[in-house]
Structures are given as C-alpha cells and as structure tokens.
C-alpha cells in the first residue's frame, strides 16, 4: 500500500481548466506506474489516464484525449493531471491510483493503492 493524498479540485466553469496533484510516500515511487480514475454520480468509476514509472508511457481514454494531461515529478513523488476545456460532463470524484509495477494499466484492478479523491465540478 502507497499513501496517497490528492489535491487541486474544485469548480471551475466550462472551458476552463483546473490541475490535479497525486503526492505519494516512499522511496520508491519511479517504480510505480500511476493512474487517474472519475466517479461520477450514479455511474461506474473510469479510467481517465495513466503515466509510467519514467513518464514515458502515458494512456488516456477517449472523452478526455487532447484536453487532459498526465505527468510526474518522481523527484517530489507527485503526479499531476492537466485538465483543459473542461466540460460538464467532467464533473466527477477524482481519483489518484498506484501500481506497483511501473507499466500502467487501464483497468482499475490493476491499481493497489488508491487516494481519497478530489471533487470536480463544471458548471455551465
């Protein structure tokens, strides 16, 4: 298990933009690939994105590809997640993940530690 402690959400309008950070403990946190998941209300939790242990692998889902971006500063243990042009249908409990292994994965079982999640709300 990783610590995981997210911050950065909050409402913002649509279109504009808002950035999520991940801060994990231990010394090891290039070894961990990391992901991003929403829950919205009423719905299924989904992926949104995920970065590699070195930052060189990142995937994103379709809704989100072109407007979020995911990166890592293994030096602070922090990842972070870029959000522009947001849109409503963003609105949704955010959540950090880790995986200890460092190639990510898009499926949320893949993940082992998860942060307490951060509110986004887009207003229209």
Not at 42 to 56: H, Y
Not at 88 to 93: H, L, R
Not at 105 to 111: M, P, V
């Amino acid at each position: 298990q990783v610590p995981l402690v997210e911050s950065g959400g909050g409402l913002v309008q649509a279109g504009g933009s808002l950035r999520l950070s991940c801060a994990a403990s231990g010394r090891t946190f290039s070894s961990y690939a990391m992901g991003w998941f929403r829950q919205a209300p009423g719905k299924e939790r989904e992926f949104v994105g995920a970065i590699s242990g070195s930052g060189s692998i990142i995937y994103y889902s379709d809704s989100v590809k072109g407007r979020f971006t995911c990166s890592r500063d293994n030096d602070k243990n922090t990842v972070y997640l870029q959000m522009n042009r947001l849109k409503p249908e963003d609105t949704a409990v955010y959540y950090c993940a880790a995986q200890t292994t460092p190639i990510p994965s898009t499926n949320e079982r893949g993940y082992d530690s998860w942060g307490q999640g951060t509110q986004v709300t887009v207003s229209t």
